[in-house]
Structure formats: structure tokens, C-alpha cells
């Protein structure tokens, strides 16, 4: 999962207590009958026809997901710890799933596309040699953006149309024109504001600055006047860092020179999806795709088990479980997305290349992204918006219905998280497909009021170890997995077997959601 912060709803759909699971055997029961031809088009029901979505999410296990969890973590530690895209840990990760996908019976389609990949390779230094030489602190004074070069540089600081008097106007390295005069050899500053900041470091490099700083704009709060991660988007040849608006003061003083040493990997690299396809049973009866996905990549700093190995085993387990069972009424796509940590890469090159045609007939998205957080919450997509304020396209709010009705049903309370656009239902959302799915909490910091609810402990992570080298199989809370995946295997199954989804109604729009950026952890 990306991070940007996500937003909490006030609301509780159900409180109740959890009632253990018992681990269940993995075969689907051959005595599973379909109820063929129903098509339910209003609010979930609470028992569909047939009984198929919950016995679904009695199939798939904890167990069986485990044997995944640990396939995935076999292959990090044989890879350096990470699983990250444009690394040999996610080729093997993509060689694993697709193998499983098609000893399933699945069709498996390995979609290729390229990226800008970026790593630090080694430590970073950043000091001012003059006046009063000073060494600066990595994460606490200055940042090395992604992107950047890499190499050792010298030189004076040269400001680039600064406004340090009035920072809400600030254009700073916008235009080739900033740079009229530029001493070549000299380190740009430049500030915040108006454009991406790979827009101002390629302007200066191209003006032959031999290294770059950025610093926060200095207007409003702390978003603007801390030091702060930034993305320059694509790769660049010279070293950049980030820094707060009050050293950006400081470094514009005349006669100011700096050292800035980064050791970065930074280029172009290819990447891919793995699409995992299970045909209805009747193809002229059949309804649209149900678009079932969860990314495959892990950051580079760490093996990804809970970020998102989680959801890639148990969108796996569920795809063989489906598939060893009745045909199901509607096409299923198994989606195992790229570069989801590099900015949701793998499923916006999905979604862009779909035909008007193709995703017409995609009734909607369900998304899987971290289900086994340590100290967990059950958070459910608002789809329809009445608790966050962002809804998703037409029927999402039935898609969210889906999952409460489950979880009331089973005694178990669950708490609306935002379409905030940091994970994968972002691209489908933008061309009006309806999403919904669930999470088990990040970064964020759980309230007592989330401690009553589900359990575990108030004023730390949900995920201490999110994206981090202990995200390991050892990071994966079961209890946790167990209830999670189970709400996906039984909307999985409903949207399969029992409901066609209506899909994109025709012109519509994405309700309270609009295309944009969904860049990793840094700021654009």
C-alpha cells in the first residue's frame, strides 16, 4: 500500500465480539450445487441462494493462505529480503503465482510494462562547508529525493527566483528563464510551489547545476514548512535533497556552499501484472467481470508479507478454491498487480489499456490490500460516501453492503475507511468502475475508541513494521487474516455466483473523486 495518510469515518456499522474460526479443510466440497440465473441488482442480501459465497469463505483458510505467506517469504530471503518491483524477489514472486494460478485451471496472462525504478544503495551525507560548516542528519534535516542521482558534488549555493519574504508565490525553478545566468557547477536551491519538483531539478541540471536542493514552501502549516519527502517522478542525472523551509532560509544566504553525496539506483525497469482469468459457466448468460485484485509488490526496504502479501495469498486462495468449485455465474479476473509501491503503476497500466468496450464489461472492483495487520482493525471501503464524504462510482455503496451484511451476520463490528487513493481501486475508480474491499489498518495510529472495537492495543501502528525489513511472516496477525479474508472470499463469491454487477452506468462519473497523483511515500 502506498502511504499516503488515509481518512477515518466517525461511524461503526456493527459492534459485537469476535467468535473464533476454526481451520476448515481446503478442497471445496464437491457437493457444492450452483443455483444458476439469479441476478440480484438492489442491497446484499444476507444469505444469498444456494449458500455458495459462505461456504467460500469457509474454504478458504488460514492455513492455506499461510502456505502462500511462506512461499512469498522464501523467496525475499532468497532475494536480498524484498519482493519489489524491477527486482529478481518480484519476478519470482509473479513465476510463483502465475504457476499456481495455472496449475488452478486459470488462464494466466503475464501483462509487461516498464517503470521508474529507484533504491538508495548506500548511505547519504549532506553538510553546508560555508560559512560554519555544519553536517546535517538524514530524516531529520534533509531528505534524498527519489529519483535522484547519484554521486558526491561540491558547490556554491545558488538561489533559483526565491520568495522567501512571500513563499505563496513561489514559481522557483519553473521555467528554463529562472535560470538566466545560472553559474554552471553551482548547486540549485529552489523552493516549493506551483510545479512538480522533477520539473524545477530537470531545469536546473539542464542549466548545469551539478546538484539540487528543494526546500517546503514556508506557507501554511507544517505540510509546507517541515522538511519533507519528495518525487521527482522520473530518474535524474544530479543528486537532489529535500529540506524544511527554515534551512532553505538559512542555505540562501550569500556565500553558502554545500556537500552532497547520494548513492542511488535510478532508471528504467521493467515490471508486469499477472492476470489470472476463470470463465462462467455459461458465457451468454454470463453477467460482467467481477475484477477481483491486490498488488504483488513489496517495498524495496522489505519482504512485503502483511504489505501485501496478505492480499496476494488470499486473493490466490481464493482463485484456486473458486476454481476447483462450481463454474461461477460471472467471469472472475484475478488481478496481481506491479509497482503498486511506486505509485500504483501496475494497475493504472491495466486499467489505461482497456478498450471503452473492456471496461464496459467490468461490473466492478474489489480490492485486497494489507489483511493481517498485527494490531488490526476490520476497515471496510465507504463506498457510498455517507461516513468519509468520498463515495466510490454508482453501486460501490453496494459493494461496501456486501461486507457489513457479512460482518453483522457473523457478530463482528467494522469501522468505514476512505477512497483516499492509495491502493489499486485508484485507476478503476477514475473511469467510473465500482470498488470496494478491505483493510486491516497502516501506519496509523490506533484511537481507544479502535481498541474497544477490535481488540489489540490504542496508541500504536496497526502495522509498526509497514514498510519496513520486519514486515515478515511473523508481522501477520491470523486472528486478523482469518476474519479479513474471509469477508473477501464471501463478497468474492457473491459478486460471482449470486449478483451481477451492473457495472460503469453510461457517462458516469466517479462521485466525489477525481483523477490524481497517487505517488509512493513522497510528495510530488
Aim: proline residues 6%; contains cysteine; glycine residues 12%.
Amino acid at each position: 500500500m502506498t502511504s499516503v495518510r488515509p481518512g477515518y469515518g466517525a461511524a461503526i456499522h456493527t459492534k459485537g465480539g469476535f467468535v473464533p474460526t476454526s481451520l476448515r479443510p481446503r478442497t471445496l466440497a464437491c457437493a457444492l450445487t450452483l443455483t444458476a440465473g439469479l441476478t440480484f441488482t438492489g442491497p446484499a442480501v444476507a444469505s444469498p441462494p444456494g449458500g455458495l459465497p459462505d461456504r467460500l469463505a469457509r474454504e478458504v483458510t488460514v492455513t492455506g493462505i499461510t502456505q502462500h505467506l511462506q512461499a512469498l517469504q522464501t523467496i525475499a530471503t532468497a532475494n536480498n529480503g524484498t519482493r519489489a518491483s524491477g527486482t529478481p524477489g518480484f519476478t519470482a514472486s509473479a513465476d510463483y503465482v502465475a504457476r499456481r494460478l495455472r496449475a488452478a485451471g486459470l488462464r494466466v496472462t503475464r501483462q509487461p510494462f516498464d517503470f521508474a525504478f529507484f533504491r538508495e544503495t548506500g548511505p547519504s551525507s549532506f553538510a553546508r562547508t560555508a560559512p560554519a560548516p555544519t553536517t546535517y542528519t538524514v530524516d531529520t534535516d534533509y531528505s534524498v529525493m527519489e529519483y535522484s542521482g547519484s554521486g558526491t558534488v561540491t558547490g556554491n549555493v545558488v538561489g533559483v527566483d526565491l520568495s522567501i519574504a512571500d513563499p505563496a508565490a513561489s514559481t522557483s525553478g519553473c521555467e528554463p528563464e529562472d535560470f538566466a545566468g545560472f553559474p554552471a557547477g553551482a548547486v540549485a536551491l529552489l523552493q516549493r510551489g506551483t510545479c512538480p519538483f522533477g520539473q524545477k531539478v530537470t531545469n536546473a541540471q539542464t542549466a548545469g547545476a551539478v546538484g539540487a536542493i528543494v526546500f517546503n514552501q514556508g506557507d501554511g502549516g507544517p505540510d509546507r514548512t517541515d522538511l519533507f519527502q519528495g518525487t521527482l517522478g522520473d530518474p535524474v542525472r544530479i543528486p537532489a535533497v529535500s529540506v524544511s523551509f527554515a534551512l532553505g532560509q538559512e542555505l540562501a544566504q550569500a556565500g553558502t556552499a554545500v556537500r552532497i553525496s547520494t548513492q542511488t539506483e535510478s532508471e528504467t525497469r521493467t515490471t508486469e501484472n499477472v492476470i489470472g482469468d476463470l470463465p462462467a459457466k455459461n458465457a451468454k448468460r454470463a453477467g460482467k467481470t467481477v475484477v477481483v485484485g491486490a498488488h504483488l509488490d513489496s517495498v524495496i526496504d522489505g519482504p512485503g508479507i502483511n504489505d501485501n502479501g496478505t492480499g496476494t495469498a488470499t486473493i490466490l486462495e481464493i482463485a484456486e478454491e473458486l476454481a476447483h468449485g462450481p463454474r461461477p455465474s460471472n467471469p472472475v479476473r484475478f488481478g496481481f498487480w506491479g509497482a503498486e509501491e511506486a505509485g500504483l503503476l501496475g494497475s493504472t497500466h491495466y486499467v489505461e489499456r482497456l478498450s471503452d468496450a473492456e471496461i464496459a464489461q467490468i461490473g466492478l472492483n474489489l480490492n485486497f490490500d494489507m489483511l493481517g495487520s498485527p494490531n488490526f482493525a476490520r476497515l471496510v471501503y465507504d463506498g457510498d460516501g455517507s461516513d468519509t464524504g468520498t463515495a466510490g462510482p454508482s453501486t460501490s455503496g453496494e459493494i461496501e453492503q456486501t461486507f457489513l451484511d457479512y460482518y453483522a451476520k457473523r457478530g463482528l463490528a467494522t469501522k468505514p475507511t476512505a477512497f483516499d487513493g492509495r491502493s489499486d481501486y485508484g485507476p478503476f475508480i477514475d473511469v467510473g468502475i465500482p470498488a470496494g474491499g478491505l483493510f486491516s489498518g497502516a501506519e496509523e495510529i490506533k484511537t481507544p475508541e479502535e481498541a474497544d472495537l477490535f481488540g489489540g492495543t490504542a496508541g500504536i501502528a496497526f502495522d509498526a513494521c509497514y514498510h519496513q525489513a520486519c514486515d515478515t511472516i511473523d508481522n501477520v496477525n491470523r486472528t486478523g487474516l482469518d476474519q479479513l479474508s474471509d469477508g473477501a472470499a464471501y463478497a468474492t463469491g457473491v459478486f460471482a455466483y449470486d449478483r451481477a454487477p451492473r457495472g460503469r452506468d453510461k457517462g458516469a462519473q466517479p462521485k466525489g473523486h477525481s483523477p490524481q497523483f497517487r505517488g509512493p511515500k513522497r510528495q510530488r
